[in-house]
Nanobody, 129 residues
């Protein structure tokens, strides 16, 4: 599975951006998909995840209420709508796929980096103050 993230850029604080992630192949509709981010000098951290069907989501507390993750299984796409952006949201954003064909949703499990086998190349988001 190859993942291609796009949509990053430079935005002022309070602005919005929409990230996209395209999956190249596979049974996309059975994958848990997630977004992570990594700021300079920091560990890669969980942002949000969405279940295979799109009916369940989970978010990091730092983005809850500002970011929304969604997916379109017909197009093999996952999205991250980011609003009310803050300078501390500046990071490289990565999409990731868990291809283990889970059948039970777990928010805790979905936030762990080790659960994801495939990663996109990352897209830079810079929020200016």
């Amino acid at each position: 599975v190859q993942l291609q993230a796009s949509g990053g850029g430079l935005v002022q604080a309070g602005g919005s951006l929409r990230l996209s992630c395209a999956a190249s192949e596979g049974t996309f509709s059975r994958y848990v998909m997630a977004w992570f981010r990594q700021a300079p000098g920091k560990e890669r951290e969980f942002v949000g995840a969405i279940s295979w069907s799109g009916d369940r989501t989970s978010y990091a507390d730092s983005v809850k209420g500002r970011f929304t993750i969604s997916r379109d299984n017909a197009k093999n796409m996952v999205y991250l709508q980011m609003s009310s952006l803050k300078p501390e949201d500046t990071a490289v954003y990565y999409c990731a796929a868990d291809t283990s064909f889970r059948t039970v949703w777990s928010s805790g499990r979905s936030s762990r980096r080790a659960e994801y086998e495939y990663w996109g190349q990352g897209t830079q988001v810079t929020v200016s103050s």
